[in-house]
């Protein structure tokens, strides 16, 4: 084993050179400094590092022309032939060249014609390589990426690191960044990582190209290691946290249940029980509560904070929109009211006098049930004592903006919830410090959405099936991915198509999206939910929160370009009563294989919990969380669902290092370095020293 020492050293080594700024890298400086920390997410040497590639190009040794096919990459020994300069603005200039077998044009883009001109003289052997298209019954290659002289043949790799990029960062800089940087990494400390990154970025022949993957997971092993690290020491620490036992005075329970036009399901039972075990362990309560759409999530809020308001603390509940704010308030306002308990509301839009005379009553303890959105976060906002947040949709929200709720307590009860059902490969990775708790049960009554996906040409027919839902007094959602028209993309704006709709059915269509202000908004969103609009187009602001029982059909426009968790979320705004319900996806023709997957998967099920599941194997897990808003990192090496077995083995190794009774000074060096390569925070891990 090596001397703990000589250990310490080689870390301080390692630590000096990954974790220093790439402006003091040569060939960065700061401008280059600036766009590679927007592309790599970090300004590190390390974050260079873990920029992975995101495919292999094999440049193939092609002996002819003739024998070049269509996308094929190729290599390829020609003469050069003949130049024809540009004859318009636009049009490329092209070179003729040559091998016993054939010709082959090549074409530039703006580029001088005395550079063109110097690198291809006619007359010369030259060593090419790129991608074959064919145009126009010839063969060509645009922009070759590799244009040398024959003893330079070298320069041209076998096989090339292809990476993600951003403007202003070509692949050849990010290349030779990355073969620099590894050039001067040091070695062995850190166990496999030279020569799994070695591997990974500097591949030479089709036998790296096979242990790429081995070389990716043992890297992805000691992330997920690190990422376990820091959830089950955020849990471990939450122990040592005390709060008060909640004891009731009193009984709500007794006096509401009563007043309930439907009875609790199964589910929400077990989940209202789960959270009354939390409020009297002495702990406070990290909790995430999952439930798909419409599974009753909101009532179990209510009714989770009834305990905690009879033992004479404040509850808040926090959503990310003003729209779902105010549909909780709709109904937390009316169900307080039965208890003589006083709910109120602080958006943006509570302004003066009357925002002044809410914060006063909130201080003194007067409201009992606070509903809000980023507002609750203001300073001047202040409880008399907070027991208990609730954050809905809790993926629009980052860490910090967690924290900051919580901060208006004194160690208060916290439950996250979500209408995106996490996956199960996924709980434990990015959920590991919660308990959860899941409604998979939907209430009784409710019936199986009618789901067709059908092409855009097919206006008129769904035209006519909204005359027929209108004569049955239904109410129709039509969802648009835009707001105006664009000519970048051919698709339908929300204004365009209120305006088509309202020649049709008149005053009975309405049009809310994200750039009308709020009471523009409101106001639309209560004329449909009192029935005098009977269709309402919308952008994607209605995806969650909002409950219209006689809306029956929504129609997604373009749901090609929604995913799939979005589109089954959006679809859950109908199917809110015990009438038959539809949701129709329009999809232009010319499907990707990924977007007709998706529309075949909304056809085949109503399940959330299943569309998550399916969702994260069409995705992978990059986007299906949304964690860029939820203060979740991107994982840079670990991939699901195929590494949840290196994930649960992850899982179990920290648990067995939290129950060693001794780590070496080695040990935990290494262990530092790890959750600082990944920016986790190691500063609450205790480590026994051996």
Request: proline share 4%.
């Amino acid at each position: 084993m090596q001397n703990p020492d000589q250990g310490l050293s080689i870390a301080q080594e390692i630590e000096h050179f990954i974790f220093q700024h790439l402006e003091t890298m040569p060939m960065i400086g700061e401008k280059f400094g600036v766009l590679l920390s927007r592309l790599l997410g970090g300004n590190r040497v390390i974050d260079l590092l873990l920029h992975m590639p995101s495919n292999y190009i094999q440049r193939n040794q092609i002996a002819q022309i003739k024998d070049a096919q269509h996308d094929q990459m190729v290599t390829l020994k020609v003469k050069v032939e003949q130049h024809f300069p540009n004859k318009r603005k636009g049009s490329p200039y092209q070179i003729v060249v040559s091998d016993d077998s054939g010709f082959l044009n090549l074409s530039y883009f703006h580029l001088k014609e005395q550079i063109l001109q110097n690198l291809y003289p006619i007359g010369a052997t030259k060593i090419i390589s790129g991608k074959i298209e064919n145009y126009q019954h010839k063969k060509q290659m645009i922009h070759p990426d590799y244009c040398v002289s024959i003893d330079q043949r070298n320069q041209i790799p076998a096989i090339e690191s292809i990476y993600p990029l951003s403007q202003g960062i070509t692949q050849k800089y990010i290349q030779r960044l990355i073969k620099n940087a590894l050039a001067k990494l040091p070695v062995d400390y850190l166990g496999h990582w030279d020569k799994s990154l070695s591997r990974i970025h500097l591949c030479q022949t089709k036998e790296d190209l096979n242990h790429i993957q081995e070389a990716r997971r043992l890297l992805a092993y000691d992330e997920l290691y690190s990422n376990q690290l820091t959830l089950q020491a955020s849990r471990q620490k939450l122990k040592t946290h005390k709060t008060e036992i909640i004891q009731p005075k009193g009984n709500f329970y007794e006096q509401f249940f009563p007043t309930l036009p439907f009875k609790l399901t199964p589910d929400q039972v077990t989940s209202l029980q789960d959270i009354e075990r939390d409020f009297v362990s002495g702990i406070p309560m990290r909790r995430l509560l999952q439930g798909d759409v419409g599974s009753g999530k909101t009532i179990i809020a209510f009714l989770s904070m009834l305990p905690i308001i009879q033992a004479g603390f404040q509850t808040a509940i926090m959503a990310p929109t003003e729209i779902l704010a105010r549909q909780h308030f709709g109904h937390f306002e009316q169900w307080a009211n039965q208890l003589g308990l006083k709910a109120a509301i602080l958006t943006g839009q509570e302004k003066g006098k009357k925002r002044q005379k809410l914060l006063e009553a909130l201080e003194a303890g007067e409201i009992n049930i606070l509903i809000g959105t980023h507002a609750i976060f203001e300073d001047p906002v202040i409880f008399k004592n907070l027991g208990y947040a609730i954050i809905d949709e809790q993926h629009r929200y980052g860490v910090e903006q967690r924290a900051r709720l919580l901060q208006k307590g004194i160690s208060p009860h916290l439950l996250l919830m979500t209408a995106t059902p996490i996956p199960r490969t996924l709980q434990m990775a990015f959920y590991g410090d919660l308990d959860i708790s899941s409604i998979k049960t939907k209430p009784e009554g409710r019936k199986h959405i009618d789901t067709k996906a059908i092409p855009l040409e097919r206006m008129s027919d769904i035209i006519d099936a909204l005359h027929r839902r209108l004569e049955k007094k239904e109410q129709i959602y039509w969802i648009c991915p835009l707001i105006n028209e664009s000519e970048a993309l051919d698709l339908a704006a929300a204004e365009e198509r209120f305006k088509d709709l309202h020649k049709i059915f008149g005053d009975k269509v309405g049009i809310i999206h994200g750039q009308k202000d709020s009471q523009s908004k409101e106001v639309v969103l209560q004329q449909f939910q009192e029935g005098s609009i009977s269709i309402l187009v919308s952008t994607t602001v209605v995806e969650v929160g909002i409950n219209v029982p006689r809306a029956t059909t929504i129609i997604i426009e373009h749901a090609e370009r929604f995913g799939l968790s979005q589109l089954h979320q959006l679809r859950g705004r109908v199917g809110r009563s015990d009438l038959q319900s539809y949701c129709l996806l329009l999809y232009a023709e010319r499907l990707s294989p990924i977007a007709r997957r998706r529309l075949e998967i909304m056809r085949e099920t109503n399940d959330g919990f299943e569309i998550s599941e399916q969702d994260l194997k069409l995705r992978g897990s990059g986007d299906v969380l949304g964690r860029a808003q939820s203060g979740h990192k991107e994982f840079k090496l670990a991939r699901f669902p195929e590494d949840y077995d290196l994930l649960a083995r992850a899982n179990q190794d920290v648990k067995n290092f939290f129950l060693a009774s001794a780590h070496s000074t080695e040990d935990k060096n290494r262990l530092r370095i790890l959750l600082e390569i990944f920016q986790l925070s190691g500063s609450s891990i205790r480590m026994q020293s051996g």
